[in-house]
């Protein structure tokens, strides 16, 4: 997985002089599942179809194995793209769909013998696991079928490179779910390389090996699942990647950040002395603890029941916070609360700064008590890990 098979340097982007990707640079290498991730109208769509040669980009160069294919044809680079509407061929049968492609190849001028089609359609259907189906009508399927027939028709040709543009969009949760497991099989099973589109973050933590967040035509983080949620680069990737409260913090010292006039133990270093940052708290990295037992007290103001954990919202003067807890604290409780090191991640200030993190409007109930008073808890230490 390390051998570095596309790359775009430098790429720019603009419609009618409004540039919707600017001086993108990217590799992907084989065998790998990369995901482009972000809000509608990021540029991801823009950036799959300039791999796939359907776009030019304004400026800058993509190479293939590092030579230029700017001027290459889609249908002459080893990629294959399955998009999100994949219209599979309605007056053919699920064997047909997939053949369609290999029919029309003429390797050497010669046209395929009917016990290769047979032998590589019979694989794919191997590959998507829909063996038996290959006499059906497409139009009967389930939307998860028809799906794995795009797939396969997609595969068939054996691509160096798959893109696939918000595929799963159209089904529902559970086969949603299903479907991402299945794709990931098929991309381990067949190596073949995956650059995946979605807006869904959820989907890209769990398929990807390696995830780019894109915002308004600029690559804002480019790490594996792992690093961008549990490093993320600034408020618009904490924000965008799971739930995150985002506060703002003074660094105090290499390890300590004060938060709220208090000071808390964080694993970060490398920050100039009493510098402004960011500070990411995960929901589930906060602890409840009896009210004066913890760092900060606050006022749970809502609880929504998500199955196996509660989401409370909590206002620590005026500020609210998210909270994942398997403890119920009843609405109007004065809880406090409790943070490892490990659960505190510093970012240095940013352009997305104060935008987010912040869940004062994600529940109705907040509207209610808005005006509620805030209490502001006793002062005899700020360090909260005395
Ligand atoms: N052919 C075009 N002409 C003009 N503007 C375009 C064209 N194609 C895309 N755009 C604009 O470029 C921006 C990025 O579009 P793109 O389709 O790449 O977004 P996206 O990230 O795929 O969004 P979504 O998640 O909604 O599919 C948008 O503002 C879009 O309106
Ligand atoms: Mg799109």
Redesign the pocket.
Known sequence: MSKELIRLSNCS?A??G?V??NNINLYFNDKEFLT?L????????????IIGGF?KPTSGDIFFDGVRINDVPPHKRMVNTIF?KYALFTHLNVFENIAFGLRLQRPGGKKLSQAEINSRVMEMLEVVSLKGFEKRDVTILSGGQQQRVAIARALVNHPKVLLL??PLGALDMRLRKDMQNELKRIQQATGITFIY?T?DQEEALAMSDTIVV?ES?VIQQIGTPEDIYNEPKNAFVADFIGESNIVDGIMRSDGVVEIFGRKFKCLDSGFDPMEQVDVVIRPEDIDIVDEGQGALTGTVISITFRGVLFDIIVDFRGFKWLIQTTDLSPVGSKIGIKIDPDGIHIMKKGPFSGLYGDYSSYSAEYDEIGDAKHEYEPTHSDDAFE
């Open positions: 982007m419609f009618d409004e919707v990707l482009l972000g809000p509608s109208g990021c540029g991801k769509t823009t950036t799959l179809r776009l999100q543009d918000e589109v807006h894109m035509g």
